[in-house]
């Protein structure tokens, strides 16, 4: 987590640095100061707006304990047992499985999930998913990994002009390569196995989330792309720009581990 944390300070600081440097050349003093300015009113703005923007950009939507009341209640056991607070639950209309948390903080975290895991999963490997998720909440990743969401997703919407993907695309890119650190996802993995104690059941969740996302990939869009850093596997097939986008270790891997973790060493 604290080289995640010193990756982000760096690709943040050197943002920073880059919008100094161009109001500083353009207006002198004025510009430096302006730049100053127009970075505080952004990052205030990002900070309460973050989760949000990155939720409706993938089209999630709120959900009551009295639509899905088994979801519920298992967020709110694991949320219990790992000491923090209960996080809103959001569901995306994705035929994709896949899972996600976000939130500047873990009193503002909500976690997602799609229709495609809950039609897929069994109930102890969604338990073990949401296991995974909340991992990331009392770890506190999602706090470094959302901020970096959102800039990926203003860039990206930059990009959207005629010819200037090939610019902001593999920017959006960098920033979040240099925000986030694929071993979150494997100390996710072990925190989470640990929290449910199955670590099988998240095995077997996590190479039926695999399959789907490598059988359907999604296609490749701004918001989602800004996003698949948060998600639990990578939603896009490995080709073209989606590729720069990819932060997870592999599948392979976070598989032995959680095999060796429930004594089933390789």
């Not at 205030?44 to 304990?65: M, Q």
């Not at 800039?151 to 090939?166: E, F, K, Q, V, Y």
Request: with cysteine.
């Amino acid at each position: 987590m604290y080289r995640s944390g010193l990756r982000a300070t760096v690709a943040g600081g050197g943002l920073v640095l880059l919008a100094v440097g161009v109001g500083g050349a353009l207006a002198g003093a004025a510009g430096v100061a302006g730049a100053c300015f127009l970075l505080t009113v952004a990052w205030w703005l990002a900070y309460f707006s973050a989760e949000r923007a990155v939720l409706n950009a993938l089209g999630a939507r709120p959900v009551t304990e009295v639509e899905r009341p088994a979801l519920f209640r298992i967020v709110r056991e694991l949320s219990t047992a790992a000491r923090v607070p209960v996080p809103r639950v959001f569901v995306c209309p994705s035929p994709q499985p896949n899972s996600m948390v976000v939130g500047c903080t873990s009193r503002t975290a909500a976690l997602a999930v799609t229709e495609g895991l809950l039609s897929v999963l069994s109930a102890e490997e969604l338990r073990a998913v949401l296991g995974h998720e909340l991992a990331h909440v009392r770890r506190r990743d999602m706090v470094l990994s959302t901020m970096p969401a959102l800039l990926a997703l203003g860039l990206l919407r930059l990009g959207s002009a005629p010819g200037l993907m090939p610019v902001f695309g593999p920017l959006a890119a960098l920033v979040v390569q240099l925000s986030v650190f694929p071993s979150r996802e494997y100390a996710a993995d072990a925190d989470g196995a640990l929290l449910t104690g199955d670590a099988l059941a998240l095995a077997s969740a996590l190479r039926k989330i695999e399959l789907g996302a490598r059988s359907s990939p999604a296609p490749f869009g701004g918001g989602l792309a800004a996003a698949s850093h948060l998600l639990i596997v990578n939603p896009f097939a490995a080709a073209g720009l989606a590729r720069l986008f990819d932060t997870h270790p592999p599948a392979g891997e976070r598989l032995r581990r959680l095999e060796s973790l429930a004594g089933y060493p390789r």
